[in-house]
């Protein structure tokens, strides 16, 4: 096993060796990391109710009444009423059919398209998909063929390739998490449409935070011929843990009977389920603080644009600045740390070779004030 230390020498060489960071506090915009406190840019947890007293009464509720774990798969004695009561919510607040829960939203990427797929199928994928779409297709044995990065054209052309394959599944993230842009939906769905593909979205970013009142992307373009997969997360604005698919009824009887990833599993905690109940209650109860989101995001944006600095197109709480270089990326990452704010470097293969960044995620429950020490420390570092 001497290889190992060898790679980590490696990686540690090339400056792409990570390292944990131990949280000594809850989850929030300000976080104990040792003795020290931090001003946190860096949590999916956008809409701040990870740490909301409701979201914890509800989830201290239900242990008290249903324990701590499921017990087994949900097919053998693991499936309690909190599960099938989030799904019962996450289908309605997404306006589709039906639903179905998996403990994490890695899980659902890979167990549906590995479930709907095989070898005589063809899957079509944006170049900056999500890593659990892209170990999925390969789960699959289908076909894997990518489009540029948001390219209709480029679409089109492979749509164009693959027209013999039994079946063609176009998958795309909504709002990719490096860049922080928000894939063109519609026109996905009128080349599907087209050449007869289906579709699928993940929509673990835009959950909670596209559309007025964070219904995900199809709100957001107010859709009316929609995806045929919905895909998200309940551990990013959700603030709990979980991942789900949406779709039609028979779309969600076929999972339940052929996804290995739901199948072989214990089924996620009810108390789980009832603090992503909670989440989404107060989410279709305060959407201010969707609004809230935003107005954070547009400040800093506009702050950002003014120091000219490489933030690409993006147009969501995911705010990229592209520095290139790994070791520079870290070294300023660490230098924005000694000023007690914490911003991690993005390297690859997270990100292609040559677009090492900073990547800035904003809540909700960021202060003004928060923002500008951001920006102070940006400004004096980097430009």
């Given amino acids: 096993m001497e ?16 390292k944990f960071k131990t949280l000594l506090s809850s989850q929030g915009v300000e976080v104990k990391i040792g003795d020290e406190i931090f001003i946190n840019f860096c949590s999916n947890d956008y809409l701040g109710l990870a740490n909301h007293p409701y979201v914890k009464l509800t989830m201290i509720n239900a242990i008290e ?47 549906v398209i590995s479930t709907l797929l095989d070898a005589e199928d063809v899957v079509i994928i944006d170049r900056l998909n999500h890593a659990s779409i892209i170990d999925g297709c390969k789960l699959s044995k289908a076909k894997i063929m990518v489009y540029s990065h948001v390219d209709m054209n480029s679409l089109e052309d492979v749509l164009k390739k693959v027209k013999n394959f039994r079946r ?28 007869h593909a ?57 999972l339940k009977n052929k996804c290995r990833s ?14 992503s109940i909670a989440s989404l209650e107060i989410i279709e109860k305060n959407p201010e603080i969707i609004r ?23 147009n969501t709480p995911i705010i990229p600045i592209v520095l290139g270089d790994e070791k520079k990326t870290i070294e300023v990452a660490n230098k924005i740390q000694e000023r007690k704010i914490l911003l991690i470097g993005i390297r ?5 070779k040559g677009t090492s960044r900073l990547r800035i995620t904003l809540t909700s429950n960021h202060t003004k004030i928060h923002i500008e020490e951001l920006i102070k420390a940006i400004e004096e570092i980097i430009t």
């Fill in 3 to 18: 290889f190992l230390n060898e790679e980590l020498k490696n990686l540690e060489e090339k400056g792409l060796y990570r």
């Fill in 65 to 111: 009444k249903y324990g701590v774990g499921s017990g087994a798969s949900r097919l053998i004695c693991g499936n309690m009423r909190e599960q099938e009561r989030l799904e019962e919510k996450l289908a309605k607040f997404k306006g589709e059919e039906s639903c179905l829960v998996f403990p994490t939203g890695y899980m659902a990427n890979l167990g």
């Fill in 168 to 195: 063609r599944l176009i998958v795309t993230d909504s709002v990719f998490s490096m860049d922080g842009d928000i894939a063109p939906l519609p026109d996905i769905m009128k080349l599907a449409r087209k050449y």
């Fill in 198 to 254: 289906m579709v699928m979205v993940d929509d673990a970013h835009a959950t909670g935070v596209l559309g007025k009142n964070g219904r995900g992307i199809v709100e957001y373009y107010n859709m009316k011929d929609k995806p045929d997969i919905i895909m998200g997360t309940l551990s990013k604005a959700i603030g709990s843990l979980g991942g789900f698919i949406c779709g039609s009824k028979s779309l969600i009887e076929y």
């Fill in 262 to 275: 739901f199948i072989y599993t214990t089924g996620i905690p009810p108390s789980l389920c009832a603090s």
């Fill in 292 to 314: 809230k989101l935003w107005d954070n995001t547009y400040y800093l944006k506009e702050k950002l644009n003014n120091l000219n600095l490489n933030t690409l197109s993006s």
């Fill in 348 to 352: 690859p293969p997270t990100v292609p």
